[in-house]
């Protein structure tokens, strides 16, 4: 049985009173909310970072909701909020966490990606879509969209595009994520020491021209969670890197306005 409630305390965080927000619970039990419009039209599947609903996810989600609104006002937009129904935010805003923290424990960005094909599928099959999804994945949600496109445990015709910002390339990691059946493309710095976007096309096993890189000079980390962010620079203990965050207006209009010309003219 699906359960239907709508969420005003959540609209009320998001500052969305002018879109319809919604809180469901589908089948791994995961939260995600809409923003529909009122005629049929291609669907944005928003993947939020690791700080899910705490003070500074709420910035980042309406930041990003805003411009999802502006690049391209006519499309649908469903976040998932996946992350946040393990960690409940974490403390400052920081992600230190790791598969061993017990608020992620057994929760792997694989499962996310899972789930988040399963809200593709689901997505596509409402009367308010058109049935062109569109994945747009941030930070960890960028880690979990790397399994998405490949065929390791993805599945196509699920997504038309899938954009990942700044995900999680680390060699460590020692990702396989099969061959990529979707088109995807990476936005990034060149050194940012927590992607290392660079590696980010071992983890297939052929790209066949599916997948772009898309990057920006420097080490700066994240540079697109809105204007509201304070620049810092600190060490994140289990990369063991420090990492320098601060937001780039000219960057982040840039890649929304890319994402959506390459999304939206992509061969049907």
């Known amino acids: 049985m699906k ?20 809180k469901i619970n589908k089948l791994d039990e ?21 700080n899910g609903l705490d003070t500074g996810g709420i910035r980042y989600q309406n930041y990003h909701i805003g411009r999802f609104k502006e690049v391209w006002p006519e499309a649908h ?52 879509s058109n049935g062109e999804v569109h994945l747009f994945a941030f930070s960890w949600g960028g ?30 990691h020692k990702i396989r994520a099969g061959k990529l059946h979707t088109p995807t493309r990476i936005w990034a710095t ?17 790209t066949e021209g599916m997948l772009i890189l898309s990057l920006y000079p420097g080490d700066t980390h994240s540079w697109m969670t809105g ?14 890197v420090n990492v320098r965050s601060e937001y780039n207006e000219a960057w982040s209009k840039q890649t929304f306005y890319e994402w959506k010309k390459w999304a939206m003219n992509l061969p049907r």
């Open 227 to 240: 204007p509201a962010f304070t620049p810092y620079t600190r060490w994140w203990p289990t990369a063991k």
């Open 77 to 128: 937009v469903v976040v998932s909020q996946y992350v946040n129904d393990y960690t409940r935010g974490v403390s400052g805003g920081r992600c230190d966490w790791d598969g061993s923290d017990p608020r992620i424990k057994d929760r792997q960005s694989w499962h996310q990606a899972e789930h988040t094909i399963k809200l593709g599928e689901w997505i596509k099959q409402q009367p308010w």
């Open 30 to 50: 995961a939260t995600f909310h809409l923003y529909v419009g009122d005629k049929t039209a291609p669907t944005i599947l928003y993947v939020p970072g690791c």
């Open 190 to 206: 060149e050194n940012d020491p927590l992607s290392i976007p660079k590696n980010c096309t071992s983890y297939y096993s052929g």
């Open 143 to 172: 880690r979990v969209g790397i399994w998405v496109p490949g065929d390791f445990r993805g599945r196509t015709g699920v997504f038309k595009s899938v954009a990942l910002i700044w995900p999680d390339c680390r060699p460590v």
């Open 3 to 22: 359960v239907l409630v709508i969420s005003f305390l959540v609209a009320q965080l998001l500052g969305c009173a002018s879109a319809d927000v919604y």
